[in-house]
Nanobody, 125 residues
Framework: VQLQASGGGLVQPGGSRRLSCSAS????????VAWFRQAPGKEREFVSA????????YYDDFVKGRFTISRDNDKKTVYLQMNNLQPEDTAVYYC???????????????????WGQGTQVTVSS
């Protein structure tokens, strides 16, 4: 499967942005899709994931209540709605996918074998 992330840009603190991760290939419903982000000088970190099939969602603590992940299997697209963005959310956001990923591994980048190219989100006034 090939992934393409889009939707990044410049947003003011407290603002919102929606990222999209569009996939090509077959059986998208079988893939857990996640968002990771990487800020300059920092390690890549897990943000959120949506499980294959039933669509269970997972969030890291720093985005709970602010970010919402969703998927549209017909459109082969996963969305990340980001609200109340803060300067510390500034990063390159990557989407990643893995088929039938075990629940214990959803937040570990090494288990995802398909990655999009990343989209820059900058939160600044």
């Amino acid at each position: 499967v090939q992934l393409q992330a889009s939707g990044g840009g410049l947003v003011q603190p407290g603002g919102s942005r929606r990222l999209s991760c569009s996939a090509s290939g077959r059986l998208f419903i079988n893939y857990t899709v996640a968002w990771f982000r990487q800020a300059p000088g920092k390690e890549r970190e897990f943000v959120s994931a949506v499980k294959y099939g039933v669509g269970t969602t997972y969030y890291d603590d720093f985005v709970k209540g602010r970010f919402t992940i969703s998927r549209d299997n017909d459109k082969k697209t996963v969305y990340l709605q980001m609200n109340n963005l803060q300067p510390e959310d500034t990063a390159v956001y990557y989407c990643a996918a893995a088929s039938f990923l075990h629940d214990d591994y959803y937040n570990a980048a090494r288990w995802y074998n398909f990655w999009g190219q990343g989209t820059q989100v900058t939160v600044s006034s």
